[in-house]
Structures are given as structure tokens and as C-alpha cells.
């Protein structure tokens, strides 16, 4: 397992989609109140629409400022929002959790976001060009461009971060190093100097050129920049562990500066004064990192803002305190078990399938949460231009044909009603994290499994990190993740094809996901995707779970908040500021 994942179902995950839509992490769930996956029926639905279908299609402004906690009314100059405990690991690309990203996300700028459409949009590049055979990328950046430190940024930072991520010892969860630069692989086997496709035109000017047309190498690409002068400066090839010595005092060129963290309480921020488009307008962020109540926090002002399932029972609960704004989201992601191939019984496609039959998935994704979600089957979220039903098997709940494939599966009910195959019981040994919402999973899945003989025994961490070593270890048989936002839907396909589910190994796969990104005409896309999401459907090499309808609230003095389907509050998030207290 990579070390790029991150935990939604945790108790403090309230402010969890700041990371970019490239990345390459997931989120460890089942879903929980604070939980942020997209959700709907059809593709054409809008995120508001799609929402609005748990009570709230609209945002929804504060009814009475008056009832605002006094702890949150003498905060004049700091916004806080609470965050499971990072890893320290401060570093873009080299990130130990996602919620290492989330910090990052303040910390660092890209060359290139995303809109509220997904569509590519100038950040750090003011433009860019592509050529006619879609192999060579141009980035312009903008002028005067610093780092936190005050030291300019250009195109040769540029080329380092890129040159990085190609070095033999790199072992990171950037995707960068799948695509086919020219000359990547002869610097990656240390039989150049340097990167041939990679060309520094002018000190704002940088190109690269492909050997092989990416859909998405213009964002990709167009990630997160590092300092040349800090991070390059003991950089030596093949050796990159010299970077985990900067990871707790990052050189960023983000709307923040890391100001300080204290594992297990807070990660402290400071306004960027070089920030390209200015200063923050709120001189401090802090992300709360303890564990705690998230509606108790939300409800006495410790924290200014939190996410929960878009349930009717809580948007009342959200308006009937009077200070806070709601706004109704659906990202651009999934949820999924993960399955340990590596152990016999999941091995076999018969039996993923019959466990999914046998998981009353609608019980414990939507019924549970009001409606505030529905069931996934494929990897892409209902808000993707590529998401199709057209010949995916829903899995409907259906304990006698799980029965049934057990059967043909070799799984025969022993003396005491658990299936036994060659002098072994068949059990799930289930990893969660402690929340509701997990309860909820362990409780419906434990009754399932017990109707077709089937053995579950779960263990429910409250720390993510301890969760992710378990997982490591390769201790475990079912694991519950969601992913982090999606731009393309390549992005939702990545985990089957670069080695991180391991034992799954599908030639075919590969070569629809090479297929998906080797042209631009979506059309042509469309139909690679759905082969591939047929595909995945049939093999199940995880167990798709679900879609989650999200509300957020927070504080109403908090203005110019605003969120996108695919990076969350990132791009918003600079322009936060506080209006003065009633």
C-alpha cells in the first residue's frame, strides 16, 4: 500500500478537500458524518441538484449571528479547521498521508488547477501551449513568482521537481513518473546527465515533450513546484532520503507559511507575503489536529467550519444553531473495500463476487445516512463526463446467490455454520476506523456475513497511522478507503494499473488505460472507460461502496468560501476572511 493514503472515517476530518484532483492518495472509510464522497444517479445531475436531494439544493446563510459562541467572536485574525493528525512529512510528492496533502495544499501552489468544471485554469503558469501532436507542453509562468523565503521561482525550479520525480530512488505517489517524457528513462538508469525532453526556453519559459500523447499530462504535469535553491541543494542521484530532513520546515510558494506543528494538536500557519496573489486576508490558519466531537467543536466555535453527510437530520441540526452557512457539495470520488489479493479467498473472483452480493451495501451507505448517499459499483463518481451504468452488474443485496457462489466456490458450512475449504474457515479480518458510521458497517456486516457462513472479525483503530502500518504489514483481509477527488476519470483507475492493489495484474486493463489517455477526443474516451469500468465490475479486485452527499458548515463571519468538485476549498481558501462580530 502506498503511503499517499489518508483517512476520511476518522473522528476529526472536517476540513479534508484541499488536496489537489492529480494526487494519487486515498481516503480509509466507510463513510462517517464528516465523510466527503460525491454521490448521485445520473451523470447529468449538477453537484446542487444531486445534493438537494437529501433537503438542501442551495446554500444557506446563517438565520442568527447573535447565538455565535464568544470563543469564535474574539477571533479577529485566525480561521481553524479541523484536520486528523498529519505525518509531518510536509513535502509535496513526498507526502506519508494525505492529510500531509491537505497541509501541503497551503503551503504550495501548482503550475496548473482545475475549475469548479474540472477544466484546466492558470495558476502558477499564466498559460501554456500544446503542440499539434500533443506531445510537447509549454509552460509560461507568471512574472515575479518568489518562494515563502523570498527567492524568485522559475523555470529552472521547474525542471528540478520534474528531474526529481524521474531519479531512480524516487518512490513517492506522484504520477508523473508514468509518463513517457523523452529521455526520462535513460536519466532514471543513470545513462544521462539530464532529461532530454525537458527544456528551460527562458528563466519564465519551460517545455516538455512526451514520447507518447497523456490526456492528462498538462495537469499532471502542471503540479506543485519546489525550490531548486532548497530542495536541489544536497541533491545527488539515486539518494533522496536527504528530503525527509526538510520535511518539517518546508519552503513553499503557497497562500501560507508553516508556522508551526505540534503533532496531535495543531498545525499553526502564517499568511504568505509572498504569495503571488497577495496576502491571505486572514493573517493565521490553524488545522485542529485532536481528536474530539466534531459538532461538539463546530457547535462551541473551536473549529469555523466542518463537513457531515448531507442528511436532512443534520442540515436541521446545522441551521438550528444560527451561526453557521451551509453549503451542499458532491465530489468527484468513490469508496471502496480494498481487498487483500494476497490472501487465498479473495484470490477468487467467485467469492469477491458473493461477498459483495452478500453486503447489504444499501443498508449501510444510504439508509443508514438518510438517504445522504448512494451505491457505487464502478470507479468513477456520477459526476464524471465518463460514468456509465450500461452493463455494470449492481450487486444488488441477494444473501441467496452469495450462498450460492460460495458454493461453487469450494466453501461448504462446517459443524458450526462457518464455510470451511481445505481445513480453513473462510473469515474477513476487517481494518475501520473508529467513528459511527463504523459501528453502523461492523454491525449490518457482521449479521450478512453470519447468514452465509462467513466469519468477520473486525478492528477499529483510532489512530490513521497505526491503521496504515496494519494495513502494511499486509495483516488484514478487507480494508474500507474512499479516493481523493477525480479530475479525469483515468485518475479513478490509477490504483488498478501502477502496482498499488497488489497481486491484481490485468494485461487488459493496462491497455484500456494506456488506450483512455492516448487521445483527447472524449467520445473516443468514453467508450474506453466504460469497457475498463465493465471490466473492474466483473473482476471486482475491490468491493465498490459508495457515493456520499456532503454538506459543509461554517462559521457565517467566514466570507468568500467557496468549493469545487474536484480540489475542494483550495482554490477559494486564500480569499477566506472574517467579517467583524455582531
Known sequence: MKKGVYLLTSLMIVGSLLLSACS?????????????????????????????????????QAADMSKLPAVAKQRTDTIIVGLTDPSGAFTPYFTQSGYDGNVNSLLFSSLVTVDEKGLPIPDLAEKWDVSDDQLTYTYHLRKDLKFSDGSPLTADDVAFTWTLLFDKAYDGDSMVPTL???????????????????????????????????????????????????????????????????HGAPVGNGPYKLEKFIPGQEVRFVANENYYKGKPKTEHFIYKTSEGDTWQYLETGEVDYASFSATTENIDKLKSMGFINIIPYTPSTYGYIQLNLEHEPMKDKNVRQALTYGLDRQSIYVDANQGAGAVANIPASPISWAYTEEGINPYKFDPEKAKQLLDEAGWKAGADGIREK????????????????????????????????????????ADFNSLVSKVDSGDYDWVSFSTPMLTDPSDGLVQFVDGEIKAYDNPKLKELYDKGLATTNIEERKQVYKEAFQLLNDELPIIFTSYKKTVYGYNGRIENLAVSPFVGLANSLPDWSLKPAQ
Open 422 to 461: 481445505d481445513g480453513k474457515q473462510l473469515s474477513i479480518h476487517y481494518l475501520g476506523s473508529k467513528s459511527k458510521q463504523t459501528d453502523i458497517f461492523i454491525a449490518v456486516a457482521k449479521e450478512n456475513f453470519q447468514d452465509i457462513g462467513v466469519k468477520f472479525e473486525p478492528e477499529v483503530f
Open 180 to 246: 513517457a517524457v523523452k529521455g526520462a528513462q535513460a536519466y532514471k538508469e543513470g545513462k544521462a546527465q539530464s532529461i532530454e525532453g525537458i527544456k528551460i526556453i527562458d528563466p519564465l519559459t519551460i517545455s516538455v515533450t512526451l514520447e507518447k500523447p497523456n490526456a492528462t499530462a498538462l495537469t499532471m504535469l502542471g503540479d506543485k513546484v519546489l525550490s531548486k535553491a532548497y530542495y536541489g541543494k544536497d541533491y545527488k542521484f539515486g539518494q533522496l532520503d536527504y528530503i525527509k530532513k526538510l
Open 24 to 60: 494519487d492518495s486515498k481516503d480509509a472509510s466507510p463513510t462517517s458524518s464528516t465523510t466527503t464522497q460525491a454521490e448521485g444517479s445520473t451523470k447529468e445531475k449538477s453537484t446542487e441538484a444531486v445534493a438537494g436531494e437529501s433537503g438542501l439544493s442551495e446554500p444557506y
